[in-house]
């Protein structure tokens, strides 16, 4: 039968994050059992100990390994853009697509000092998503949509998923929608992004609380949130982190803006970023509020503050150490070490 397109697609999410699947608790077991049995002091590896077991886990394997590690980069363009809330112009969002296959931008060489895949999906950027301050920035069919192509980042037997994005005026985006998901104002949220001035950053305050006004009293649910405030790279993020929950693929997000667009379905079960890490925390001032308000602690802080995925391809070093050291360290009997006395 065919569907209604305006007023099925968001249940249709919905009925997902009712079937998600959990951890796989026997390889979680079988990798805490490893790890005390490692020539090392139980606990010396830290957060690291953790790690090896959060990828296995979700996994499904005992002995966790990284061999098609992603870097999926979403890109889009915001109506909010004209309303002066970045220090750089929209065309920068189609400019920086181009660098990005041409191997010029950050994310490429933190890809190549890590051995990451890297895909970039354009969405649309010849049409920028409604200016959020008068109206909403897609439909519902069209947010959907979007998630739903999202979802393609899972593809091809990957076995971790770094999120990033690019889009000029997506820091305002991120703002508005922690802000109509957790409460408060443009200020709360609000930040430099590429680089405002004082009264830049006050302006865009200004403008996120026009944007909450406007859609006040539609902000109850989350996917309204996203559809309302949110835009089509935020839209593709939380769709790629379903999709690799359903696939139990662990996923790694990168700063404010990817934190924004997975906090939309934190907001719809807490349980749905069990399978994600924040790769770092943003030197964007509200990215560390934002992770406060979900219980979430990030793994590095390098004061970065760029997106495009570049924490997250970081941080996905280190997840491949955490492999690495728990699949290839001698226990202490192979190695003959002896045990605390
Ligand atoms: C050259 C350049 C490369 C970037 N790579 C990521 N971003 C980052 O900056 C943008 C968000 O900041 P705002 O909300 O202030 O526009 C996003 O595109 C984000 O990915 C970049 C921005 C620029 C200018
Ligand atoms: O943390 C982020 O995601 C971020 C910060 C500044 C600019 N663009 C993205």
Redesign the pocket.
């Known amino acids: 039968m065919l569907r209604s397109a305006s007023a099925l697609p968001f249940d249709d999410i919905r009925a997902l994050v009712g079937e998600m699947p959990g951890p796989d608790e026997t390889a979680a077991l079988a990798i805490r059992a490893r790890e005390a049995q490692l020539t090392k002091p139980a606990g010396s590896l830290g957060r690291m100990e953790e790690l090896a077991e959060w990828l296995g886990a979700w996994q499904g394997r005992s002995m966790p390994s990284v061999n098609r590690p992603l870097v999926a980069i979403f890109a889009g363009n915001h109506g909010v ?1 004209a309303r002066g ?4 112009p929209p065309a ?2 189609q400019q ?1 697509v181009e660098n990005f296959a041409a191997g010029g ?2 994310i490429n060489q933190i890809c190549i000092a890590h051995d990451l895949g890297l895909k970039v999906f354009d969405l649309a950027l010849d049409i920028p998503t409604g200016d959020i301050t008068v109206e909403a920035a897609l439909d519902e069919a069209g947010c959907a949509a979007t998630m739903a192509f999202g979802m393609e980042a899972t593809a091809g037997g990957i076995d971790l998923l770094i999120l ?9 985006i991120a703002a508005a929608v922690s802000a109509g998901l957790f409460g408060g104002t443009g200020s709360d949220w609000v930040g ?5 001035d004082d009264a830049g950053i006050r302006h865009k305050a200004a403008v996120i609380d026009e944007a909450l006004a406007h859609h006040a009293g539609h902000l109850g649910d989350p996917l309204e949130v996203l559809r309302r405030l949110g835009g089509r790279e935020l839209a593709a993020i939380a769709g790629a982190v379903l999709a690799a929950r359903m696939s139990r693929i662990p996923v790694i997000l990168d700063g404010y ?1 990817a934190t924004a667009a997975a906090a939309v379905l934190y907001k719809l079960d807490p349980s749905t970023l069990d399978h994600c890490q924040f790769g770092h925390l943003s030197a964007e001032p509200a990215h560390g509020k934002l992770l406060a308000a979900m219980g979430k602690t990030p793994l590095l802080d390098l004061g970065m503050r ?3 995925g570049t924490g997250a391809a970081l941080a996905a070093g280190v997840v491949k150490a955490a492999a690495l050291i728990h699949t290839g360290m001698a226990t202490f009997a192979q190695a003959g070490v002896a045990g605390k006395s």
């Open positions: 853009a809330v970045s220090a750089f920068v969002t920086m931008a950050a990033g994005e690019m889009g000029i005026g997506n820091t305002t430099p992004g590429t680089g405002l803006v760029l997106g495009e």
